[in-house]
């Protein structure tokens, strides 16, 4: 990058010291390194006189003064004619120059000397014009010339380190923005760790950050089908930037080649034909990095299409994608592992509640179900899905407060006195007293304690009313009524479906939540009815006291 700058500073500089020449009387031509005029010294419309230092006539000349200029590091001025000098303004340099930047000074006795005429006659041109124009610009005697040489040579080395000097503080200046953004980029990947809950959120912020950081036109996330690290990306592709082809196609095409590649590592994978080729884009690579764990790939972060004016990988792309990929993969880690607790979190508690539920055999199965209706409930009113989730783990305790009544009450037959309601009246408090202590379960203890609250504040434990009674409750209590309408009790017989969704749209606004009411009853109940049939089976086979004792 440093060194580009530097090459189009030195190209600005050889362009300032053209227009100080002019301005001191000094016309100037570019030739090549053979002598004949450059392309943008053809399109230049000068004076006269440049116009003459044009001309076939001088070019003949200048082509052999060249050719000595070339081979040497600090090339000096030469005197063409009597009286007309060459300067050469270029750089000291060993290697071969492909043009020269040259300045002219005339002497007072060279304007009317016969080469004027000749490079007259060979440019077209009228020569007392050109002689007018020199009788402006001439100087008298080989000491002004050597003088006016030593000012053009000093004004050369001036403009050109100064041109390098600003195009290199211009590229270091570059250079340090890129780094600075590569240091935020791996700050931000730092920060977004602890997204274990949410480890597709990570990903594409991680492959948007890429994007924006690096000159890539795109750049992609993918994970295998068979990865469970942690299963919820797997066989998934997240991508940001104009990705050559959609999502499916670059799995297949990444997976080809992934497995060759060391482990952990960036690799550069040129694209020679076929798929690949249209992933790599004009660079006609891909950068790879393959993510693995205890020898199983799980996934790959990948980069291709490389624009600007330098396609080549530089170490910068390869050393941001391995600490990337290095972010990743601890992501990755932190997530399966916080899945892993998370299922032996709720597996613990669909134990407890099954347990609850497996004190009254006509229970069997009730908050898994209310846990059910009360999930697609919420994802119908429109929660987001950590809020959905929630609002599924509160039907699923939401009767925990169970194992605190007594059985005889739970299974009794026939009316209960107002004694024994009472009990059952303190299982929200219970099971809200039993959950306070557990962290991860904060914000399902108004759901678990107010579950019976109604609309009309004529509920249980606190006779909250409307707004008051916490969303989760809401939902909750709606789901708990409906299966407890449907599913047989010991007190009666569960009713017709149609009969408890006539119930729930008559009580919408009286018990129920009349926001919430219309919206569960347009909830598909097909699931919820292989639920029922499910725990029914479940009922029906398991072993009775009697069973122990033959």
Request: aromatic fraction near 6%.
């Amino acid at each position: 990058m440093i060194v580009k700058a530097v090459q189009d500073g030195l190209a600005t500089a050889s362009d300032a010291v053209e227009d100080r020449c002019r301005e001191i009387g000094a016309p100037t031509i570019r030739c090549g390194a053979d002598g004949s005029p450059c392309a943008e010294n053809l399109a230049f419309e000068g004076s006269h006189v440049e116009a003459m230092l044009r001309s076939a006539f001088i070019g003949g000349v200048l082509q052999q003064v060249i050719g000595a200029w070339d081979d040497e590091t600090a090339p000096d001025r030469v005197e063409l004619f009597d009286g007309i000098w060459a300067i050469p303004l270029a750089p000291a340099q060993r290697r071969r120059r492909s043009s020269f930047l040259i300045a002219f000074c005339f002497e007072t006795r060279a304007i009317d000397s016969e080469e004027i005429d000749a490079a007259c006659q060979s440019a077209a041109l009228d020569v007392q014009v050109v002689r007018s124009e020199l009788r402006r610009i001439a100087v008298d005697g080989a000491s002004t010339v050597e003088r006016l040489a030593k000012m053009l040579h000093w004004i050369q080395q001036d403009q050109t380190e100064l041109a390098a000097g600003e195009a290199a503080l211009s590229g270091f200046s570059a250079q340090l923005t890129e780094s600075y953004e590569e240091i935020s980029l791996l700050y931000k990947l730092g920060q977004s760790l602890n997204e274990v809950a949410h480890p597709s959120k990570f990903v594409r912020m991680l492959c948007d950050e890429l994007h924006g950081t690096t000159a890539f036109g795109w750049t992609a996330a993918w994970f295998g089908r068979e990865s469970t690290d942690p299963g919820r990306l797997a066989g998934r592709v997240f991508t940001a930037g104009e990705a050559p082809m959609e999502s499916a196609k670059i799995g297949g095409t990444i997976a080809s080649f992934l497995t060759d590649l060391e482990a952990d590592k960036t690799a550069i994978v040129p694209a020679r034909d076929g798929e690949l080729r249209r992933l790599a884009g004009e660079s006609g690579f891909v950068l790879a990095h393959p993510v693995t764990r205890d020898g199983r790939l799980l996934g790959a972060l990948l980069a291709g299409d490389k624009q600007g004016p330098d396609r080549q990988v530089s170490s910068s792309d390869t050393k941001l994608l391995d600490a990337a990929g290095a972010n990743l993969r601890i992501l990755l880690e932190n997530a399966s592992l916080y899945d892993e607790q998370q299922a032996m979190f709720l597996g613990t508690l669909e134990a407890l509640t099954a347990a609850i539920d497996a004190k009254d055999r006509y229970t069997c199965g009730h908050s898994e179900r209310v846990a059910h209706l009360a999930m697609r409930l919420a994802a119908a009113v429109g929660l987001e899905d950590e809020e959905v989730e929630r609002v599924r783990i509160s039907g699923l305790v939401h009767d925990v407060g169970k194992i605190g009544v007594p059985e005889a009450v739970l299974c009794k037959t026939g009316r209960l006195t107002d004694a024994e309601f009472a009990l059952i009246k303190d299982h929200p408090a219970i099971g809200h007293h039993i959950l306070k202590d557990i962290p991860q379960l904060q914000d399902v203890l108004p759901a678990v304690l107010h579950h019976h609250e109604r609309w009309d504040g004529r509920g249980y434990p606190a006779s909250l009313a409307g707004a008051n009674i916490p969303l989760y409750a809401r939902i909750v209590g709606l789901a708990d009524a409906f299966d407890a309408m449907s599913s047989t009790r010991t007190y009666r017989e569960a009713l017709p479906r149609q009969e408890v969704l006539d119930e729930v749209e008559k009580c919408a606004g009286v018990q129920f939540d009349p926001a919430l009411a219309p919206v569960f009853l347009t909830l598909d109940f097909t699931e919820y009815d292989r639920l029922v049939d499910r725990h029914l089976e479940v009922e029906r086979r398991k072993p009775r006291i009697g069973d122990w004792t033959q």
